[in-house]
């Protein structure tokens, strides 16, 4: 039931504007300028709510699950992107200037004066250069810090940009209880970026982690362990994942997420599997041991624990195993009775990791460059090869766990829909968003 109760919270607050403008607004003018105010209020509403949907708040991620909060992140910003395009084209034939003798409240003209329309353009061209930047960011080859510092710095810019053009600008955003009402968004918005970069900062510092190994796993692949120094360590379910902050300060951007590969069973320690891809990633193989640490998490609900279904299956692509593997190490370590099978996919054989302590039995390795002599699956993880580890009665009962690339996550979710798997028996997480 959370996640019903999130998104019908969400509705309330995104069309609440709406609300109070219809009961304190004054009289009605023609549609396509109310149409105009309402774009413009809905564009404003979604951006601030946008700052609680940034998948670092437990309580909204974990109910909803980091996909879905974050492909409801994406698609909202291009949707409130849209309202604001749209929002002053609707105010054709409207008259315009500034207070006049017949209408001294303003409630049948906008204005015209450029220092209150200036900063409704400045935030709709910063929205559309956050939105582009968000959708083209590796192509653009940005530092992943480097973006998250613009991304956030950029939203707060366009919050206070728009709080200024609605409350000056607009007909209804002038009225008391809309000016309140902005100024109590704006402001929650503002303090959600102090608590992710302020108060969890302060309230990590006390809450040290030491490097303790790094392993090379396969050529471009490390495993790395931190351990807790002075404190019980992390509360964690396996297959969640955590952002890492290795070699900074607690109030360093530096921080990245990645998955735990470890099982909450094998005590304190935690493991992460890291490919070399960014900044950091590409110089973890170097990370000295007893570097200073920080850790916040848990997030996430890629978990199947108090799940009730007879089998687990696993389904990875790449990377993307880590998680999955924290489960596994996890029903191991606790002796779990259920069957369980997992699906591996690769690109080469020597990007297999943990190809020992995975084994042969109850797994299927896929190459999509399998070497002379290769006896496993070849190609892609698609529908084929799952209906061939997979039998009707296991796609109908078992919970599935998929992560891994988004174009195979996509194939996988679609197959085993129309195999008849439940909607909730369907656990998935991307490591990867445009």
């Avoid at 366009?158 to 007909?171: M, N, S």
């Avoid at 704006?186 to 040290?208: C, F, Q, W």
């Avoid at 890291?274 to 990370?287: W, Y």
Wanted: aromatic share 12%; charged share 20%.
């Amino acid at each position: 039931m959370k996640p019903i109760f999130l998104i019908i919270g969400y509705a309330i607050t995104v069309v609440l504007p709406l609300i109070l403008s219809w009961i304190f607004g004054g009289p009605p003018r023609p549609f396509h300028q109310e149409l105009a105010s309402g774009f413009g209020m809905l564009a404003f509403s979604i951006i601030l709510v946008e700052f609680v949907l940034s998948g670092r708040f437990k309580i909204i991620s974990n109910g909803l699950g980091m996909d879905v909060t974050m492909r409801a992140h994406q698609l909202l910003a291009r949707t409130a992107l849209a309202f604001a395009f749209i929002h002053p084209f609707l105010y054709g034939g409207t008259p315009s200037g500034g207070p006049r003798p017949w209408d001294p409240t303003r409630q049948l003209t906008i204005t015209t004066e450029f220092a209150y329309l200036s900063t409704g353009i400045a935030a709709f061209l910063l929205l559309f250069c956050l939105v582009f930047l968000a959708i083209g960011r590796k192509k653009l080859d940005f530092k992943y810090e480097t973006w998250r510092l613009i991304h956030g710095l950029g939203a707060l810019m366009i919050a206070v940009l728009l709080l200024h053009h609605t409350v000056y600008a607009g007909r209804y955003g002038s009225q008391p209880e809309l000016t309140w009402f902005w100024l109590v968004m704006t402001g929650a918005a503002l303090g959600s970026l102090l608590y992710i970069y302020l108060a969890v900062p302060l309230r990590d510092m006390g809450r040290v982690w030491r490097v303790k190994s790094v392993t090379s796993l396969t050529p471009n692949q490390w495993e790395i362990t931190v351990a807790p120094q002075n404190h019980s360590g992390l509360e964690y379910k396996a297959g969640q994942f955590v952002w890492l902050n290795v070699g900074h300060g607690p109030f360093s951007i530096n921080e990245n997420p990645f998955s735990i590969c470890s099982a909450p069973a094998n005590g304190p320690s935690i493991s992460f599997m890291i490919k070399e891809l960014g900044d950091f990633s590409r110089a973890v193989g170097g990370t000295k041991l007893e570097t200073v640490a920080y850790i916040d998490g848990p997030y996430g609900s890629l978990s199947i624990d108090d799940r009730d279904e007879p089998g687990v299956a696993l389904i990875a692509g790449g990377v993307g195993v880590a998680p999955l593997l924290g489960i596994l190490r996890e029903m191991r370590a606790s002796g779990d009775p259920r069957q369980v099978k997992m699906v591996y996919g690769n690109k080469r054989f020597d990007q297999i990791a943990w190809r020992d302590e995975l084994g042969k039995e109850d797994i299927t390795y896929v190459l999509s460059e399998p070497p002379e002599g290769w006896e496993g699956e070849e190609g892609l993880i698609d529908a084929e090869i799952i209906d061939r580890v997979f039998s009707l009665d296991q796609f109908r009962s078992w919970v599935f766990v998929l992560c891994g690339p988004s174009n195979m996550m996509e194939t996988i979710e679609d197959h085993l829909i129309k195999k008849g798997t439940p909607w909730h028996r369907i656990l998935s997480e991307r490591f990867d968003y445009d």
